[in-house]
DNA sequence: GCCGTTTTCGGCCCGACTGTTTTCAGTCG
């Protein structure tokens, strides 16, 4: 039978809910759809594995229907009440659905005026329709939204940048420039990132901006000379534009009695937002980007700073990383929020490369030990380790990748204490390794070469294309080969736009890594950010402990480890749970047991 | 269709903006 993924049933019930939007169904039903989707995609684990588990019922907002519904959709195949309601709506309604601007009632209107019923061609066709202009004389659509919509498909054929979400690292820097331009501004007082890039999500779409400002109309006007292609919507509260890059970019002004409580409101995410609303409703108090009011009211209690806000609901302030509808709330009321990991708390990084050539399969650093451990110094870092990739396989016999791992270990180690002498510090170096774990679960790397290590870093670099359960096994084996094995490195092998992460049973990888004490990495790479912080939720709470490592292949992507940091917080973790917040003497005994 | 520290029934986040409207629906975040 076919198999279906997280994705695909996500899609199905996203379509499920524009059909009932286009046939007026409850609105609470269409909402409830949609929920059950976000909540789907979103699971760390396969939806089929907890059919198979009977535990369905605990995806939030999946209850006794849509349990019944996937129940179906695993025995045969198919929903019969899905596929009963699709059926009333023209295939082609759902590619239309990707144009901005255009949701699921005036889609399916164009659809039904312009009779397009070839879903493969569908936004070409309307495409031509609305040169021929010949949506501007149907019913509520006119000369402006003929323009709008044709200009939008335009835009949406040409920008597939539109369409991707760009990385953490480029988004931040998009906003650095932007920061840089409006500081220049004298209406301007203050200026905030929000949305997903204060969250640190690990990709971003728009990039939002809130700015106080007395005179906010100017403030807008200001915003607005930014080079952009166009103004997508100017108001007095705030205004969107679209840059060069295909990024759109929002502003929101707001005075600064009312400032905290936009900031909250426009850091999202939504799912927090909706489950603080809720919340706050069974106080009988609504909440807006105003501040907060009694239901039934019209008096508005504004909040100029957002801890103010949060207090006031009788919760902690939740750090923009919780923020993700994943019971921050709950935890907020009963003072019970993690105390999160931070950036001063990390005291080395086990994953960095230097350019020492000792003949790998894969790439070298670019830098000198000498080189890394100055920057290691301006990191203020107790310990690093040196994790280079193993010696090819291929083109070294086992004696000879034994004597370059000797060699290796011998220069390095001379290194390290004429650096330290040189310094007068006391950076301690581990000699580590990264090694691959070959596709049948061996260690690229002869057990009488792992005497010349203080301990390695396992990971995967070939043969992604494996089921899930040789996966598991591949990994497990590899975990399991070698007493120095520490760290499983960037665990899903993702590369953000550019590849999903394998399927693997991480339950079982947990558990062997919880039972073995070997570190889960967060890599802190902004093209990997791998665990993923849904993962990293699930492998602390499973009792697993992580490193943060920058995977450094030039010195100064050892700053990169404060994006780690973002992915470790947002998967809630703490001081404690990272194994390079710990102090050399107590990390050792982790490390390298004697 | 989901869900429960006021509820197993009766609620469900909240507001801005736009266009085509003479009071609102659709879309978005």
Redesign the pocket.
Known sequence: MKAYSNLQIAELFRKMAAAY?ILNE?R??I???E??ADSIEHLTSDVKDLWDDKKL?EI????????SHLDELFRTGSIK?IDSVLAKIPESVFPL?L?????????YKLVDELHLNNKTTAIDDLEKALREHKV?TI????????Q?ILQNIVTFKKGAIKEKRILLSEADQIAAHLIEFLKKNKNIERIDIL?SLRRYVATI??I?IAIISKDSEKAIEYFCTYPHVKII??????ASILLHNGR?V?LRVQEKRSYGAMLQY?T?S?NH??AL??Y?????L?????GI?R?GSKEIKPFSNEKDFYEYLGMDYIPPELREGRGEVDHAIKHELPALVELADIKGDFHLHTNYNLEPSHDLGLHSIDEILDEANDLQYEYIGISDHNPSTGNHTETEIISIMKKRQEYYKKQAEEWNTRHHKTIHVCTMLEVDIKPDGTLALPDEAFAYVDAVIVSIHSSFAMTKEEMTTRIITGMSSHSKVKIFGHPTGRLLNRREGFEADWKKIFEVAKKKDIALEINASPYRLDLPDALVYDAIKFGCRLTIDSDAHQKEDMNMMKYGISVGRRGWAEKRDIYNTYSYNEMKKWLMPK
């Open positions: 939007q409850n609470f039903k909402i409830a759809y929920r059950a019922d939030p907002g999946v209850g006794t229907t849509i349990v009440h659905l144009v901005p601007g255009l949701g699921p009632k005036r889609a501007s019913e509520s659509f006119g000369e402006k939204s003929e709008d949305g779409g728009d939002d919507e100017q108001g007095p509260t705030g759109q929002d426009f999202g939504k937002n909706i609303r809720s706050a409703l069974t106080k009988h609504s909440l807006s980007e105003y009011k239901v």
